[in-house]
Every structure is written in C-alpha cells, then in structure tokens.
C-alpha cells in the first residue's frame, strides 16, 4: 500500500514544488498551466498521459481551450504521497 507523506515531507512541498499550491479542503496539490492555443495545451497534455501511464499514476486534470489545470492526490493513500510528488516534478521537468 502507498503512504501518505509525513510531516517533514510535507514541509516541504514548497521548496520542492514551487509552482505547485495546496488544494483547499482536499489532500492533494495542482498546477495550473497556459499555452499558446488549444493544439499546444493538448499536446502538453499528451505527454503528462505517458508519464501518468509510466508511473502507473493518473491526475485528475481540466482543459479549456489553451488552459489546463493538474490535481495530483493518491487515492489509495487517501491524500498526497511521494507518488505525487515524483510525477509533478515530471510534469515540471516537460517544461524545461
């Protein structure tokens, strides 16, 4: 079974993960991210998919257009564990 981050670990997420911010009422963290138009979003999105199906961990995630926003949490953990952390900082390597 997968563990949820201690204490230490959580803090920190900050200086680890700088662009990422706690959710609000949830164990989890999100980015939020904007491209040039629709085809850039989408494509970014389609690499994050083959990291997810790599690490066999999915985010929840929302596009609108040239937008699109990440929640990273472990269901099975039942919030934030070190298989969040390590796909964000996938997503964030993408980027350059």
């Known amino acids: 079974?997968?563990?949820r981050l201690d204490a230490a670990a959580r803090a920190g997420l900050a200086t680890a993960l700088p662009q990422w911010q706690a959710v609000e009422g949830r164990d989890a963290i999100r980015r939020a991210f904007?491209?040039?138009d629709f085809s850039?979003?989408?494509g970014f999105m389609a690499r994050?998919?083959?990291l997810?199906?790599?690490q066999d961990h999915h985010p929840e995630w929302l596009n609108v257009w040239n937008r699109v926003e990440i929640l990273l949490?472990?269901?099975d953990a039942g919030g934030l564990?070190?298989?969040d952390v390590r796909l964000?900082?996938?997503i964030d390597a993408l980027l350059g």
């Open 1 to 3: 079974m997968v563990e």
């Open 34 to 36: 904007r491209f040039r």
């Open 40 to 42: 850039e979003a989408w």
């Open 48 to 50: 994050v998919a083959l």
């Open 52 to 54: 997810a199906e790599a």
């Open 73 to 75: 949490t472990t269901h």
């Open 81 to 83: 564990s070190e298989r």
């Open 88 to 90: 964000a900082r996938a």
